[in-house]
């Protein structure tokens, strides 16, 4: 997994059209990155921490994921504490996308119901936040989870100010999401889905249109969750 899938790089996805976190910006100039493009593999790890790693002092510091505030598919705040001492899976989308939306749900909804499968189905969450807020009220995100078959007994779909998620997508979770009326749909957004361990970090990025990529993201969420 190269850590280049978790940098912005808005010009590599222009193809596809479709705040406010203080110490946790990771985009700190205070703060240098010791990771190499394979992530940083710690002792008795069998899978890497990515984004901006620090020291302070003698300690290592792993990058963890902001404390977000959104409100849910049921109009009930959804922050950070739902998914406490959960390995859950972060995804951007919006839900009148007409080109990778779809596919990215639809191969999340297979992973969910894989996960139930081997019995991890409550154990693994699912975000999925929408990138157009002025659209996807609470009700069209509950509408949509149930149209496309998202389990809700483990899956919560956020949405928010928009300006507070393009931060939270870009500076937190570190995909990229760009809105001009030139691109189809009005927005260029990461097809990328984010691996989060039980301590907010980053432990992986995968292609979500990808089913090779979708494959190892169930292999590394069975480790993890081990």
């Not at 808005?10 to 479709?18: A, D, H, K, N, Y």
């Not at 290592?60 to 990058?63: A, I, S, V």
């Not at 009148?96 to 939306?101: E, F, K, L, R």
């Given at each position: 997994m190269k850590l280049i899938k978790l940098i912005l790089i808005?010009?590599?996805?222009?193809?596809?059209?479709?705040g406010f976190f203080g110490d946790h910006n990771p985009l700190?100039?205070?703060?240098?990155?010791?990771?190499?493009?394979?992530?940083?593999?710690?002792e008795g790890e069998e899978l890497p921490f990515y984004g901006p790693i620090t020291k302070d002092g003698k300690d290592?510091?792993?990058?963890q994921v902001p404390k977000f505030s959104l409100l849910d598919q049921d109009s009930l705040d959804l922050g950070?504490?739902?998914?406490?001492?959960?390995?859950f899976v972060v995804d951007f989308f919006f839900t009148?996308?007409?080109?990778?939306?779809p596919i990215m749900t639809s191969e999340l909804v297979k992973l969910q119901g894989r996960l139930y499968e081997k019995g991890l189905g409550e154990e693994i969450q699912f975000l999925s936040v929408t990138i157009d807020p002025k659209t996807d009220s609470p009700e069209v995100l509950k509408s949509y989870a149930e149209n496309k078959g998202c389990?809700?007994?483990s899956w919560a779909l956020g949405t928010g100010k928009i300006e507070y998620i393009d931060e939270l997508s870009k500076?937190?979770?570190?995909l990229a999401v760009d809105r001009d009326a030139a691109y189809q749909d009005g927005i260029i957004h990461s097809s990328q889905v984010i691996l989060v361990d039980k301590n907010r970090h980053v432990r992986g990025s995968y292609d979500a249109i990808d089913e090779g990529e979708m494959q190892k993201l169930l292999q590394d969420l069975i480790r993890l969750s081990e």
């Open positions: 808005i010009s590599v996805l222009s193809q596809f059209g479709c700190d100039q205070n703060k240098v990155s010791l990771t190499d493009n394979n992530g940083f593999f710690k290592t510091l792993f990058y950070y504490s739902r998914f406490s001492e959960r390995i009148t996308c007409s080109t990778i939306c389990n809700l007994n500076e937190g979770f570190f």
